[in-house]
């Protein structure tokens, strides 16, 4: 069993950035590749940034290219989403989620799943 325990989330002016913290208890976490996922309301939970059991790849989806940044400490049990340049449409829940191995795009290959921090871009 993993644990994932997301934070950091909160209101920010369009423009400002934002460092979401992901951080587990359980087993070995350097085992497990990382996905942020977020969820709009009345949208479907979609893929935002995945990391690498040791951080060494990562992947984005378009929209966040150049403004998101995804990265882990191993030895702190910690994914971080560091969210620049935050846009209205940045709005979400974001969650983190695990999985033994390769990371992927979807999230439905991923068996463990924080509670979730809320991020709130006001103009």
């Known amino acids: 069993q993993v644990q994932l325990l997301e934070s950091g989330g909160g209101l920010v002016q369009a423009g400002g950035s934002l460092r979401l913290s992901c951080t587990a208890s359980g087993r070995t976490f350097s085992n497990y590749a990382v996905g942020w996922f977020r969820q709009a309301p009345g949208k479907e939970r979609e893929f935002v940034a995945i990391i690498s059991t040791t951080g060494g790849s990562t992947d984005y989806t378009d929209s966040v290219k150049g403004r998101f940044t995804i990265f882990r400490d191993n030895a702190k049990n910690t994914v971080y989403l560091q969210m620049t340049s935050l846009k209205l449409e940045d709005t979400a829940d974001y969650y983190c989620?695990?999985?033994?191995?390769?990371?992927?795009?979807?999230?439905?290959?991923?068996?463990?799943w924080g509670q979730g921090t809320q991020v709130t871009v006001s103009s």
């Open positions: 989620a695990a999985r033994y191995g390769l990371p992927w795009r979807r999230k439905e290959e991923y068996t463990y």
